[in-house]
């Protein structure tokens, strides 16, 4: 999953493009998914990784700063794994292996080699 910085960063240049948010608890939206102990509750999925904003889009309305920010970070984390990390583990090289030990650690099963 994408680290605090990396939701905080994204979060900071959503706010430079989109004006009317306010910033204070749009951030904390953003990081907020993350302070749980059950993530499933706050990602709306068994997994952070798949992340389901229909779901959270029942229950909460994007007109709160802070909602707005969680939704951010929802997107951020399913792109981050459907784009960033399957370009990694699509590499064949060592690199690419390495990378696909890694997604196997995080998504909780074993690898078959």
Known sequence: ???YTIHIAIAKEFL???K???EEKFI???IAP???KDKSKTHFAKLSS????GKFLKFYSLDNGYYSGWFLHLITDRLFYEEYLNDWENRDDADGEEMKDILYVLNGTKRVT
């Open 16 to 18: 430079r493009k989109n």
């Open 1 to 3: 999953m994408p680290s």
């Open 28 to 30: 904390k939206g953003t």
């Open 50 to 53: 798949e992340s389901n904003w």
């Open 34 to 36: 993350d302070l749980v």
């Open 20 to 22: 009317g948010y306010n």
